[in-house]
Structures are given as structure tokens and as C-alpha cells.
């Protein structure tokens, strides 16, 4: 009799094993889907012309190089923030000058960019101003 009770405790221990492994799984999938669903596929970004004074809206997929005028622009990652009250924004951004034909592989600006404070890595360009207004 006593046999059966431990074989009994041993399926029991192993089936609560079992469970809170799948349990755990779940848990870290979910944290995986969160982290995915807040990483987004384009950026939306306004180009200012200093020039001309004019606006320009920009949608840039990730990943892919795009080019305005005489820039070239590729948006790496884009997030936004997991707090409703202050929602913030942020890109990394890649943006070349395609005129400067001596320094082809030099960035005018690579790092990431906030919506909300733009000044704190600001893009310096002569005639071009950019501001990140949207990821999706």
C-alpha cells in the first residue's frame, strides 16, 4: 500500500512540475509579444525645408533606405512608450547627404531620436530640419 501512495505523490509532483513549467513558458511568451507588439513597422517623420519654409510628411518603413530631396534616411527601430499619460516616441535614425560625394559613408545624423525632445540629439543640417511624429 505504502508503494502506491509514493507512485500516487510522484505522478502528482511531477503533473504540478509540469504545470507551472507551462505556466512559466506562457508568461515569458507573453513578455515576448509585448516587446514585439511595441516595436512598429514604419516611422512617420516632418521634414522641414529652411530653404523654402515648406513641411514635408515622410513614412519610412524600417529597415528600408528612403530617399527626399538629397537625403537619404533609413529607421532602424521605433518604439513607443508603455505609458499612457505622456506617450513618447522614439526612432533610431541613419540620414545621409547624398550631395557630399567625398564623404559617402559618413552620417549627417545616426542615433536615436525622441519625439517629445528633440533638441537632445539634435539633427544639424544646413538647409533640412526632421522631427519623429509617429510610429506604426
Known amino acids: 500500500m505504502k508503494l502506491k501512495k509514493n507512485i500516487r505523490l510522484g505522478k502528482n509532483s511531477f503533473i504540478l512540475i509540469l504545470l507551472s513549467l507551462i505556466l ?43 530617399k527626399f530631396k538629397n537625403l537619404l534616411i533609413k529607421a532602424l527601430k521605433c518604439k513607443n512608450s508603455e505609458f499612457d499619460d505622456n506617450p513618447e516616441i522614439t526612432a533610431y535614425l541613419q540620414v545621409k547627404d547624398s550631395r557630399n560625394k567625398s564623404n559617402d559613408e559618413v552620417f549627417v545624423f545616426n542615433g536615436w531620436t525622441f519625439s517629445s525632445s528633440p533638441s537632445i540629439r539634435p539633427f544639424d543640417h544646413p538647409v533640412y530640419d526632421i522631427w519623429l511624429t509617429k510610429c506604426y
Open 24 to 66: 512559466f513558458l506562457s508568461i515569458a511568451k507573453s513578455e515576448d509579444y509585448k516587446k514585439t507588439q511595441n516595436e512598429k513597422k514604419f516611422v512617420e517623420i516632418k521634414i522641414l525645408d529652411k530653404v523654402s519654409s515648406k513641411n514635408n510628411k515622410l513614412e519610412i518603413q524600417l529597415g528600408k533606405e528612403t
